[in-house]
């Protein structure tokens, strides 16, 4: 079994930044791309950032390029989500996913292995 967990979540004013992190633990494979994806009350679950095994490869969802940035380390079998400037609109539900192989995914289907989540609030 592979566990999953999510931290660094909390309350920010638009503007700030906060760090959050995750941690696989467990029977994991050798290799695993891995992502970060949020969901908002009401809104469906999407990807904001992901990563290959390597860290040589990263995708960000338009709407947080040149303000989010993700970094693993594979020492650690740990990932990371550094968000800057924060906006109202990053407000959600935080969520981190493992899927075997050397590549990252987009899709929530594709991922394996799913942390709880760490909620993020953007405050005015």
């Known amino acids: 079994q592979v566990q999953v967990v999510e931290s660094g979540g909390g309350l920010v004013q638009a503007g700030g930044s906060l760090r959050l992190s995750c941690a696989a633990s467990?029977?994991?494979?050798?290799?695993?791309?891995m992502g970060w994806f949020r969901q908002a009350p009401g809104k469906e679950r999407e990807i904001v950032a992901a990563?290959?095994?390597?860290?040589?490869?990263?995708h960000y969802t338009d709407s947080v390029k040149g303000r989010f940035t993700i970094s693993r380390n594979n020492g650690k079998n740990t990932a990371y989500l550094q968000m800057n400037r924060l906006k109202l609109e990053d407000t959600a539900v935080y969520y981190c996913?493992?899927?075997?192989?050397?590549?990252?995914?987009?899709?929530?289907?594709?991922?394996?292995?799913w942390g709880q989540g760490t909620q993020v609030t953007v405050s005015s």
């Open positions: 467990g029977r994991t494979s050798s290799t695993y791309g």
């Open positions: 990563i290959n095994w390597s860290g040589t490869s990263t």
């Open positions: 996913a493992l899927r075997r192989g050397l590549s990252f995914a987009t899709t929530p289907r594709e991922y394996d292995y």
